[in-house]
């Protein structure tokens, strides 16, 4: 059910995170279903299940789910196809614009391709 990819430089439990995001924009999790318990995602997956704790800990402060104690861990109804794209989305684009900066692209070039981009194509695809 996740795919982690151990050689990113992504850390397991971001991408752990953006599993549940990615699987509850595609419908398998819907609000109020139970998310599998920490250590059978741990052994599914083969990581620490602190890892996963930290994971489910970080989506439960994001606020997509909660959890119950004796009962489980639960999606809320915070996440919709629609918003969990754009989140995820978003997410990604502070992560680049964050790397272009390190890298000294200008803020002008930055803001070229994103109107190239809204205005169907150009020259920065």
Known sequence: MFTIDFTSRVPIYEQI????????SAGVFKS????????????EIGVNPNTVAK???TL??????????????FMTDKLTKDTAYRDMALK?????????????VTRQQLIDI????????????
Do not use: H, M, Q
């Open 114 to 125: 994103i109107d190239a981009i809204y205005e169907g194509g150009g020259k920065n695809d």
């Open 55 to 57: 994971a489910y800990r």
């Open 17 to 24: 995170c953006n599993n549940v995001i990615r699987l509850a």
């Open 32 to 43: 109020g279903d139970r998310l599998p318990p920490v250590r059978t995602v741990a052994k």
């Open 92 to 104: 990604a684009f502070r992560e680049a614009t964050k790397n272009a900066e390190l890298y000294s």
């Open 60 to 73: 439960e402060i994001d606020g997509y789910i909660y959890s119950t104690v004796g009962r489980g861990t």
